[in-house]
């Protein structure tokens, strides 16, 4: 267990692994837990070491402590025996991400009720006794699979998962001007950008990002994920008015450790106290990106009405982390109404979700919002909702000294020498031949299609006038020389520096 809290604190930024290697070395010395050797070789502050500790959900040892229903975590366990995934308090454990002793309660109290049956053990003490259901459990399995088809880990009650949602907020984090730089390590952005978005990230507050497409919102947008360093525990599900609600989603979460949200329930051990609360999958902080296929039920609560549980909306697997609306008035669904949506929660940092029943709960809103659109915000958004999103930043085309080094930058990477004049001659094509704006993607579209002309050829990729030529017409389609209606293709986001 000691590497797995290593693990974490280094994912933290709290150590390194060479730290951890010492700490462990004295570890097996001197004894003692892996915290309080860290300590001792100078790896970690105990201010800093009770901070992280105070961070982490501690897991329940009764069931009490779960704060759940006896009677509905004893329904959870039997599907898993009913549906045959595990058979012994230990496999029942990891399946639960419950501690071992607390399932053995569970499996007392099931025993009791003439429920289950023990069968013997196949090696490991108690954690290796195998249980089979009764015909008595069977058919309160078989019930309680009808009531809900839900059969994973153990949620967490609605008001625990509150608590930690407000514990772990983006406004903890501390991020400073050399940090916010260097998330955008590699992109050409000015330092008056840097300067908008760093007050904006701190304060966990709504963004509004505007401008011509092509120059970088979406690239600048999802770098700043970069500038978040802390851990957070996302539970892998919740318990509403008796009703489960499924939040970890691996397709949007990233577990500091992969195996935990599959095969490990007890994922990190407490440095000073208890196990942490398998309930919970430490990880990343979510950034989570939709566009155009963004619609208002993809915002409420999913009910799958197969299996009579819910999956929890975006925004909220968001929560902790940042949701990024891409593309935003381009939804098949009026920006009026997402924008109605979205009021309420950016305003209180509450939102309201729906059961099926009918039954309204609360859940907090900790998630930064980034709207990011080529429309004009004036078209999209009346002045009532411009007032709630307090940070707006134009993005707007790269000023000619910064286009230049964009192309000399990939250019360089792509293996092709650019020679200043020869950078010149091309911004020439685009802005007074053809009348272009200078925008950020423009130099990697170009050097790709110079790049694919060259290999078509037979030939190392160079700024021979014919291939710039053929490069511009498929960048300026159905454009005449001076000006017209033609269409400018490109990829959407900003050129990469090498």
């Known amino acids: 267990m000691s590497m797995q809290i290593g693990e974490l604190l280094v994912a933290a930024g709290l150590v390194t692994q060479a730290q951890i290697e010492q700490a462990v070395d004295r570890q097996h010395e001197a004894g003692g837990r892996l915290g309080p050797n860290l300590v001792a070789v100078g790896a970690i502050s105990p201010e800093d070491l009770a901070q992280f500790v105070d961070g982490v959900p501690v897991e329940p040892s009764t069931v009490a402590e779960t704060g759940l229903p006896e009677a509905f975590l004893i329904d959870l366990m039997l599907k898993f025996l009913f549906i045959g995934t595990a058979e012994t308090t230990a496999e029942l454990s990891a399946a639960l991400r419950l501690p071992p002793g607390l399932v053995t309660e569970l499996l007392e109290a099931a025993t009791r009720g003439q429920m289950v049956a023990a069968l013997g053990s196949v090696g490991g003490g108690q954690l290796g006794m195998r249980y089979e259901l009764t015909d008595s459990g069977k058919l309160r399995a078989r019930e309680a699979m009808a009531r809900s088809a839900y059969s994973g880990p153990a949620p967490v009650p609605l008001e625990v998962y509150a608590h930690w949602i407000q514990r772990q907020k983006v406004t903890n984090e501390i991020i400073d001007a050399a940090g916010m730089r260097r998330a955008f390590d590699g992109l050409e952005v000015a330092d008056e950008l840097v300067n908008k978005l760093g007050p904006a990230i701190t304060m966990g507050r709504a963004l509004l990002m505007y401008g011509p497409p092509g120059n970088g919102k979406t690239s600048v947008a999802q770098r700043l994920d970069r500038v978040f360093r802390h851990v957070i525990h996302i539970p892998h599900a919740v318990l509403v008015e008796g009703q489960v609600m499924t ?41 989570i990106v939709t566009g155009g296929e963004l619609t208002l039920e993809m915002l409420d609560l999913k009910h799958e009405s197969g299996g009579n549980f819910y999956t929890a909306p975006l925004h909220m697997k968001a929560a902790g982390g940042v949701l990024l609306i891409d593309d935003f008035g381009r939804q098949m669904v009026s920006p009026t109404a997402l924008l109605n949506r979205w009021i309420v929660p950016l305003e209180n940092r509450v939102d309201y979700l729906k059961l099926a029943t009918g039954k309204s709960f609360r859940v907090p809103f900790q998630t930064v919002v980034i709207f990011s659109t080529n429309l004009a915000p004036a078209d999209l958004m009346d002045p009532a909702f411009l007032r709630r999103i307090p940070y707006k930043l134009e993005i707007g085309p790269p000023s000619a000294e910064a286009w230049r080094r964009i192309f000399k930058s990939v250019a360089s990477a792509n293996g092709i020498e650019a020679e200043d004049g020869q950078i010149r001659a091309i911004e020439h094509d685009l802005t007074v031949t053809q009348g272009l704006d200078l925008a950020a993607y423009q130099p990697r579209f170009l050097i790709e299609q110079i790049v694919a002309s060259s290999r078509f050829k037979a030939q190392p990729p160079a700024l021979h006038r014919e291939l710039v030529q053929l490069a511009l017409a498929n960048l300026t389609v159905g454009r005449s020389p001076g000006g017209g209606d033609g269409v400018g293709v490109g990829s959407g986001s900003l050129a990469r520096v090498a």
């Not at 691996?250 to 407490?270: C, E, G, K, T």
């Not at 208890?274 to 309930?279: H, P, Q």
């Open 247 to 287: 939040v970890f989603d691996p397709d949007v979460h990233l577990p500091v450790d992969r195996d935990a949200a599959v095969a490990r329930p007890r994922l990190v051990a407490s440095l000073y106290r208890d196990e942490a609360d398998g309930r919970f999958v430490p990880c990343r902080r979510p950034f």
